[in-house]
């Protein structure tokens, strides 16, 4: 990456070669570099000891990272953290490494080389090349299941701070978190409004996993975990009902059939809070229009605008009454029963 060269080729260039760094961050973080330089720059000879591999693959793709910026190299092939680096440490407060891990692996990589054939046909990429879907997939392969639960909940942090400073919880008695994974969004909720009681909600192979995450927020004793399929039923009781990157998975009929399941759960003054992407206007908002083709690739589903978002939400028996954006790129769109 020439940043010498201004010319229009090269900057397209470097898009057109992106596949090549985050398949080098996603090497970076499996083999976990970045916790075993938490405390201060090692050299590659120490890396590839702690590491298993071969010192001179490793010092190519560490100087590599480093000439973008997530490492930084000193003398004698000695490696640091940059602020980039750090965000990829286990420990990182918004932690991105699981999310580096998850977007290299084979299930993944094999979905996105399906792109063409998806976009020639309009069908999900995933399910074209491996014979099922996401959530199948997953089932029968619990291993990548479990790196892509981990990814989930990593990037959730980072999204869950940023809507707690966006929307107010304060108003609401009990939060019902459909599909809320391992709890990471709730957690955060509850630990911020320590009045707030909650429900965490999702499939009980997912939710198996939230102990861990609602104890180490120390929110364990407000929430309680439920296991089910959001296209039957849900648990009642709460004032707010949240969606967070749960309707972006499935076309509309299939997201209306979970908003017609919400509305049989929601109190008559419950509010519907969904949080998701809004398509921006024209030539605007890649991190949304690349989201919305992940999920033609990946878990299928789609990104939708504010509209799209109206309609979807009408279908359901909701009238969307406000939408907040947050820095995530996210928004909290906010319904209350038809």
Request: charged share 25%.
């Amino acid at each position: 990456m020439d940043k010498s060269d201004q010319r229009p080729s090269a900057a397209f260039l470097d898009l057109i070669n992106g596949f090549r760094v985050s398949q080098a961050i996603h090497v970076a973080a499996t083999l976990g570099i970045a916790d075993l330089l938490r405390d201060g720059p090692r050299n590659t000879d120490d890396l590839a000891a702690a590491t298993g591999t071969h010192a001179g693959a490793l010092y190519r793709l560490l100087r590599a990272l480093a000439s973008v910026g997530v490492f930084r190299e000193d003398v004698d092939r000695r490696f640091g953290l940059t602020p980039l680096g750090e965000c990829l440490r286990s420990d990182a407060p918004e932690p991105m490494g699981p999310w580096a891990v998850h977007i290299g692996q084979p299930e993944v990589w094999r979905a996105w080389g399906g792109l063409l054939d998806s976009v020639r046909t309009g069908e999900n990429a995933f399910c074209r090349v491996h014979g099922v879907n996401t959530w199948e997939y997953y089932a029968r392969n619990p291993e990548a299941g479990a790196i892509f639960d981990r990814a989930m909940t990593g990037v959730s942090r980072r999204q869950a701070n940023a809507v707690l400073k966006a929307y107010d919880f304060e108003r609401f008695r009990c939060v019902v978190d459909v599909g809320g994974g391992h709890g990471t969004l709730l957690s955060a909720v509850l630990a911020k409004h320590r009045s707030l009681r909650g429900v965490l909600f999702d499939q009980p192979h997912v939710v198996a996993g939230a102990a861990r995450v609602l104890e180490a927020a120390g929110v364990a004793d407000r929430c309680q975990v439920v296991g089910g399929d959001f296209f039957e039923a849900l648990p009642d009781g709460g004032d707010a009902h949240v969606l967070k990157f749960i309707l972006h998975d499935w076309e509309d009929a299939q997201a209306t059939a979970i908003l017609r399941t919400c509305r049989r759960a929601i109190a008559p003054n419950g509010k519907l809070l969904v949080i998701d992407t809004e398509i921006s206007p024209p030539n605007e908002g890649a991190p949304g229009k690349f989201r919305d083709l992940t999920m033609l690739v990946h878990p299928g589903g789609r990104e939708r605008t504010r509209e799209e978002w109206t309609g979807l939400f009408a279908a359901g028996g909701f009238r969307l009454v406000q939408a907040t954006p947050t820095e995530a790129g996210l928004s909290v769109i906010e319904g209350v029963p038809a």
